[in-house]
Nanobody
Framework: QVQLVESGGGLVQAGGSLRLSCAASGRTFSTYAFGWFRQAPGKEREFVAACDWNARSTMYADSLKGRFTVSRDNAKNTVYLQMNSLKQEDTAEYYC?????????????????WGEGTQVSVSS
């Protein structure tokens, strides 16, 4: 059974940084692409970033390019999201998701498995 567990969220001041982690188990980690999504209260879940099976190909939401970086360590079965220069509008629940293929995508329906999320709150 696939299990994804996010960690690293918390409260940070605007301009600060956080690194989220997603520990995966249940199937061959290095075979699949992973994505990060977020959902703010009252809003739909939106794409943040994704990386393919070896992180050579990554993609980001246009509004986040340059501030967020997705990476993975296949030896540790872990995906990361480094978030810098955080803004109040980055406040949301952040979710890790595992794709059904090795190729990264922004399409939410391509992801078969989801973690329970980690809360990121950015204060002014």
């Amino acid at each position: 059974q696939v299990q994804l567990v996010e960690s690293g969220g918390g409260l940070v001041q605007a301009g600060g940084s956080l690194r989220l982690s997603c520990a995966a188990s249940g199937r061959t980690f290095s075979t699949y692409a992973f994505g990060w999504f977020r959902q703010a209260p009252g809003k739909e879940r939106e794409f943040v970033a994704a990386c393919d099976w070896n992180a050579r190909s990554t993609m980001y939401a246009d509004s986040l390019k340059g501030r967020f970086t997705v990476s993975r360590d296949n030896a540790k079965n872990t995906v990361y999201l480094q978030m810098n220069s955080l803004k109040q509008e980055d406040t949301a629940e952040y979710y890790c998701a595992e794709d059904r293929s090795a190729s990264a995508t922004k399409w939410i329906h391509a992801y078969d498995y989801w973690g329970e999320g980690t809360q990121v709150s950015v204060s002014s």
